[in-house]
């Protein structure tokens, strides 16, 4: 196991809802990332924390929000839920400079 | 033109033969290269980090062509627990040392008794 951890596991939304997911990063990781993964497609970059702030973000809209806490833990927010936002969201730790991610298990969301 | 891309597969492999398959990236620049594994259901787990021209890892070598832009995997000895989608990995800008990573769709292999 990597040592990170994510909650809820599993989430059934309604479309136009708002979400919150949680990630608990590698003990001394100080980065955290996160990716949305769709069924059949490999993970898809939203953005990466590094000291509480944004550091990179993929193509995704602003509805798509995220914290990082002193901590290292990090929160993904996602407002205004659409059908496609269905999808395994995936968030990985790592240390600044460092290639090496170590992912959680992943939260399984179904908007309906 | 996706940014990184991988035949979906299934590569379906008698246990002990080798299999081997490809991954094309757009960015002739990128320097580095992973190979993530992911089981079913399961988050990815780095395999392999290629950053010259190859790696190998006991039954696992990866090699990269950079004049024709792609990195190939090769299992030897195909184990029926190498079975698994194997993600091509490259990170988000060529110099990038932060970890932001554009993963392939993924190649699924199947290794049958």
């Known amino acids: 196991e990597t040592g990170v951890t994510q909650s809820p596991t599993h989430l059934i939304k309604t479309r136009g809802q708002q979400v919150t997911l949680r990630c608990s990063s590698q003990?001394?990781?100080?980065?955290v990332s996160w990716y949305q993964q769709a069924l059949g497609q490999g993970p898809q970059f939203i953005f990466q924390y590094y000291r509480e702030e944004e550091n990179g973000r993929g193509n995704f809209p602003p509805r798509f929000s995220g914290l990082q806490f002193p901590n290292y833990s990090s929160e993904l927010n996602v407002n205004a839920l659409e059908l496609d936002d269905s999808a395994l969201y995936l968030c990985?730790?790592?240390?600044?400079?460092?290639?090496?991610?170590?992912f959680g298990p992943g939260t399984r969301l179904t908007v309906t | 033109r996706k940014e990184v891309e991988q035949d979906p597969g299934p590569f379906n492999v008698p246990e002990g033969a080798t299999v081997a398959f490809n991954c094309t990236y757009s960015?002739?620049?990128?320097?580095?290269f992973f190979w993530y594994r992911q089981d079913c259901r399961k988050e990815p787990k780095l395999l392999m980090s290629?950053?010259?021209s190859g790696n190998e890892d006991g039954r696992f070598t990866a090699q990269l062509n950079r004049a024709s832009q792609y990195i190939s995997l090769l299992i030897r000895d195909s184990k029926l627990s190498d079975s698994a989608t194997y993600l091509c990995?490259?990170?988000?800008?060529?110099?990038?040392?932060?970890?932001?990573?554009?993963f392939g769709a993924g190649t699924q292999v199947v290794v049958t008794p």
């Open positions: 003990s001394g990781h100080n980065t």
């Open positions: 960015n002739s620049a990128s320097q580095s």
């Open positions: 990985a730790s790592s240390l600044a400079n460092s290639y090496e991610q170590y």
């Open positions: 290629v950053y010259s």
């Open positions: 990995v490259v990170p988000f800008t060529p110099t990038d040392s932060w970890g932001k990573l554009q």
